[in-house]
């Protein structure tokens, strides 16, 4: 079975328990089985956080939980970040949200995340993943997306070019090397709003899917 394959099994099997909602990128939900054909065999995590008592459990910096979301309460830092479409620069200030480190309960070949946002007045997100692989290592900080709901001042992109030992970003997706596949993942999201004004972004959920397919190369 083809990778797009795999995650659009995880898709419509979220959907199927009620699990999925309407997302910024498209949605990954729910568990799947192996199938009876080994050469089909896959293992699918997906884990989401949703609310106030989700995300206290992870780390905040200059972010806090209010009206079950995750706002930009005060800047920790400032970036200049020229958009390569629009080819237009902005100076904007930052604060950021890192989840705690989920254990996925396989070595998965493959992840993606997913978010709801709002993100008015110019402002954006920035969504990041990491991972402990099979071997004990931890990766690098791979940038799964940049969003806006308009794209007049950001171009929604992903971030091709990302590549290590670990693995690479496909478009959206983390793809292991062999032998590197992720036993623990942790997702990172980075809210900008454009310096002196007060305007946040509102991240109403994020999540992952992790996988292991023998698809994977």
């Given at each position: 079975?083809?990778?797009?394959?795999?995650?659009?099994?995880?898709?419509?099997?979220?959907?199927?328990?009620?699990?999925?909602?309407?997302l910024a990128v498209?949605?990954?939900?729910?568990?799947?089985?192996?199938?009876?054909?080994?050469?089909?065999?896959?293992?699918?995590?997906?884990?989401?956080?949703?609310?106030?008592?989700?995300?206290?459990?992870?780390?905040?910096?200059?972010?806090?939980?209010?009206?079950?979301?995750?706002?930009?309460?005060?800047?920790?830092?400032?970036?200049?970040?020229?958009?390569?479409?629009?080819?237009?620069?902005?100076?904007?200030?930052?604060?950021?949200w890192t989840s705690?480190?989920?254990?996925?309960?396989?070595?998965?070949?493959?992840?993606?995340?997913?978010?709801?946002?709002?993100?008015?007045?110019?402002?954006?997100?920035?969504?990041?993943?990491?991972?402990?692989?099979?071997?004990?290592?931890?990766?690098?900080?791979?940038?799964?997306?940049?969003?806006?709901?308009d794209d007049s001042?950001?171009?929604?992109?992903?971030?091709?070019?990302?590549?290590?030992?670990?693995?690479?970003?496909?478009?959206?997706?983390?793809?292991?090397?062999?032998?590197?596949?992720?036993?623990?993942?942790?997702?990172?999201?980075?809210?900008?709003?454009?310096?002196?004004?007060?305007?946040?972004?509102?991240?109403?959920?994020?999540?992952?899917?992790?996988?292991?397919?023998?698809?994977?190369?």
């Open positions: 079975m083809k990778r797009r394959d795999v995650l659009r099994t995880a898709v419509l099997t979220g959907a199927a328990a009620g699990l999925s909602t309407t498209p949605a990954f939900a729910g568990s799947a089985s192996a199938p009876a054909d080994s050469s089909d065999a896959r293992n699918i995590l997906y884990h989401q956080w949703t609310s106030e008592l989700d995300f206290a459990f992870g780390s905040f910096d200059g972010l806090i939980p209010i009206a079950g979301a995750l706002r930009l309460l005060f800047p920790v830092g400032q970036r200049t970040y020229t958009d390569p479409t629009l080819n237009t620069t902005g100076t904007y200030d930052y604060g950021t705690p480190w989920v254990p996925v309960g396989f070595a998965a070949t493959e992840a993606i995340s997913s978010w709801t946002a709002d993100t008015p007045g110019g402002t954006w997100i920035q969504m990041e993943l990491r991972g402990v692989t099979a071997a004990g290592t931890t990766t690098g900080w791979y940038v799964m997306g940049r969003w806006a709901a001042t950001i171009n929604r992109t992903s971030v091709d070019g990302q590549s290590d030992a670990d693995g690479e970003i496909e478009t959206d997706t983390f793809v292991a090397e062999d032998g590197h596949g992720l036993t623990k993942v942790q997702l990172r999201i980075t809210l900008y709003r454009p310096v002196g004004t007060h305007t946040s972004p509102d991240v109403r959920s994020m999540g992952f899917v992790a996988l292991w397919t023998c698809a994977a190369r």
